[in-house]
């Protein structure tokens, strides 16, 4: 069984299109998050999720927008495409630990997309 | 805001060599740092975990240790091998903060 999952795996589209990515993880944890991986390979954060409550939001334009229906979910909307947007796009999960720690991350195979 | 490097960018050694791997931080106020392995095209695989209060962690021919106050931790693998070949990436999580800041990699290759 896979732990974390993403759908699409690949995804080829058009500058200014509406796109969206899909990620769901059977691990029962409580924090999920989307990752940007750039053409040089540098992995940052876009948002986190705890129990469906946006914890972290960096400096993502606005046309990106994620959404969490529950725990084991976590989508990704991303409005009027632009050729920067063509990256790889991780989804990852966790739980909160004791004493408030976030364990090991989990990630998923991940999501190439490619704006033309 | 914590920057994560590792160095080196890049290694190839033969067969049975051990090797080290580097990656320091610059904010040592940090829950915990992991080190994963991301083979071409593929996601990423955890590898070791350190909170915060361990000085090191194993698993297998993988020993990873972190020196919390110099802002430090080494990867060593023992006797590698080919199928060692990947990237591995450093990650560390701050404190009050849950999401990793990632270091660019060591891009490994372990000649047969």
């Known amino acids: 069984d896979t732990a974390v999952s993403q759908t699409p795996k690949y995804l080829v589209t058009q500058m200014g299109n509406d796109k969206s990515i899909k990620c769901e993880q059977n691990l029962g944890h409580d924090t999920m998050y989307w990752y940007k991986q750039d053409s040089k390979k540098f992995l940052k954060i876009m948002f986190s999720y705890n129990n469906k409550e946006l914890i972290i939001n960096e400096t993502v334009p606005n046309r990106f927008s994620p959404k969490s229906p529950d725990k084991a979910h976590l989508n990704l909307h991303i409005n009027s495409l632009e050729l920067g947007d063509s990256a790889v796009y991780f989804c990852a999960s966790s739980q909160l630990g004791l004493a408030g720690l976030q364990e090991t991350q989990y990630f998923g195979p991940g999501t190439r997309l490619l704006v033309l | 805001k914590q920057e994560v490097t590792q160095i080196p960018a890049a290694l190839s050694v033969p067969e049975g060599e051990n090797l080290v791997l580097n990656c320091s931080f610059t904010?040592?106020?940090?829950?915990?740092l992991q080190w994963f392995r991301q083979d071409p095209g593929k996601g990423l695989t955890s590898l070791l975990l350190?909170?915060?209060?361990?000085r090191e962690q194993t698993s297998g021919r993988l020993n990873a240790s972190l020196d919390k106050s110099s802002g430090r931790s080494t990867l060593y693998i023992a006797a590698s091998q080919p199928g060692d070949s990947a990237t591995y990436l450093c990650?560390?999580?701050?404190?009050?903060?849950?999401?990793?800041?990632f270091g660019s990699g060591t891009r490994l290759q372990v000649q047969p």
């Open positions: 350190i909170q915060s209060s361990q």
């Open positions: 990650a560390v999580m701050d404190t009050g903060r849950r999401a990793l800041t």
């Open positions: 904010d040592s106020a940090i829950y915990n």
